[in-house]
Each structure stands twice: as structure tokens, then as C-alpha cells.
């Protein structure tokens, strides 16, 4: 069965600090993509990235980059001199290329805190 | 570009009565989402459809819960009876057709049950 995993509840770092975001995945398929959603305060679910499972690149835009390993079924976010505004839910999800709908299986989120 | 709007943002309602939420998706967007997402969770697939066809409902989708987009442009979410336990954050999402297209998600409704 399909599963993500997101091992980190809540994670508190004071601004200019690096802080990675965990997500593990359980999938079966060979052909799946990989997400990460920002959930600020106002509810709105913000696209991030989108990674398909043929794709090991790492991919770094602006003060974000991610790391995608499929040894070890990974995907870690690093946000890099974390700033205020970073304070979020950070979800990770998982859609499979196989599953009709491709419907998002998210993990249970990560609470960012970043204070100045 | 408008993106997902979602209408009720808020609503409060008393277990026993019906509600209805509603979804404008992203216009050049052939398929449309439901999740919910209690308190402390990541969202949970509900429903989606392609143009006007619902393809696919979750288990979760129980019988009170009824899914419509009749022109293939907006959608409603109905819940009927409603209880406590539907209180919750109902998103809705729009992407292109095609595998595994990024979903775009609105703000949300959010539904308290007394």
C-alpha cells in the first residue's frame, strides 16, 4: 500500500538557521511523482515541486532544494536561512502514475516555526 | 491567472442540518478534486472528477456525501445530516488531465458541526 511518512511533528529553528524537512514513501509502483505542499496559517495549500520517480536530480530553487534518493525511498526539504515567513505546514505527497485519478496520498505534515 | 476559489470559507451548522460547499477550479482544468483535512492530518482524497464524470470516490465518501459538477465547469459538495465528525477543512483541487498532473488546491471551506 501506498504511504508517506513525515517522522517530524514539529520542528522550532531561530531565522538564518538551515532546517530539512523528512518524507519517507512506501509505493509498489516504478512510476510515481513526489510533491511538497506549504500550508501557511491562511489554510491554502501552495504547490512546491513535483518530482517523478525517473528523476533523481537534485533541484535547488532559490533558498529551497530537495533531496530525492530512491535507495532509501526519500525526499528531504531544505530550506536554507530560514526566514519568518517560512512558518508552515510543510506536506510531502505521493501520487502513483497507475492509480486512477492519480489521487495525493499526503503525509501528516511537518510544523515549521521560525523565529526571529 | 484565478486560481481555485472555494465558497463558503467558513460554516457553522448544527448536527442534523445539510450544507453545501462550493468549487470554481482553475477554467482551463479538465479534472477536479475533493480532500478533507482534520485538525493535525494531511488531506484525505474524497473524490474527483474528469469534465463532468465523477471516476472515483473514497471510502471515506459515505452516503451523506454527494459530489456534482454538472457542466464540467464548477463543482458542489453536498453533505447530508451532517455530525460532528464532518467537522473539518474540505479542499478542493484543479489539474490538467493526464498522469499525476500538480493539483492546485483553493483555500478551503472550513466546517464546524455543533
Known amino acids: 500500500a501506498q504511504k508517506v511518512t513525515q517522522a517530524q511533528t514539529e520542528i522550532s529553528v531561530v531565522e538564518k538557521e538551515d532546517v530539512t524537512l523528512d518524507c519517507v514513501y512506501e509505493t509498489r509502483d516504478t512510476t510515481y511523482y513526489l510533491f511538497w505542499y506549504k500550508q501557511p496559517p491562511s489554510g491554502e495549500l501552495v504547490f512546491l515541486i513535483r518530482?517523478?520517480?525517473?528523476?533523481?536530480q537534485n533541484e535547488i530553487s532559490g533558498r529551497y532544494s530537495w533531496n530525492f534518493q530512491k535507495s532509501t525511498s526519500s525526499f528531504n526539504f531544505t530550506i536554507t536561512a530560514s526566514q519568518v515567513v517560512d512558518s508552515a505546514v510543510y506536506f510531502c505527497a505521493l501520487s502513483e502514475i497507475n492509480q486512477a485519478g492519480t489521487a495525493l496520498i499526503f503525509g501528516k505534515g511537518t510544523t515549521l516555526s521560525v523565529s526571529s | 491567472d484565478t486560481g481555485v476559489s472555494q465558497n463558503p470559507r467558513h460554516k457553522i451548522t448544527k448536527r442534523g442540518q445539510n450544507v453545501t460547499f462550493r468549487c470554481d477550479p482553475i477554467s482551463e482544468h479538465n479534472r477536479l478534486y475533493w480532500y478533507r483535512q482534520t485538525l493535525g492530518q494531511g488531506p484525505e482524497f474524497l473524490t474527483y472528477?474528469?469534465?463532468?464524470?465523477?471516476?472515483?470516490k473514497s471510502r471515506l465518501l459515505s452516503d451523506r456525501f454527494s459530489a456534482e459538477r454538472p457542466k464540467g465547469s464548477f463543482s458542489t459538495l453536498e453533505i447530508q445530516r451532517t455530525e460532528q465528525g464532518d467537522s473539518a477543512m474540505y479542499l478542493c483541487?484543479?489539474?490538467?488531465?493526464?498522469?499525476?498532473?500538480?493539483?492546485?488546491f483553493g483555500p478551503g471551506t472550513r466546517l464546524l458541526v455543533l
Open positions: 483541487a484543479s489539474s490538467y488531465t493526464g498522469g499525476a498532473k500538480t493539483q492546485y
Open positions: 518530482r517523478n520517480s525517473f528523476d533523481e
Open positions: 472528477f474528469q469534465n463532468e464524470a465523477q471516476l472515483e
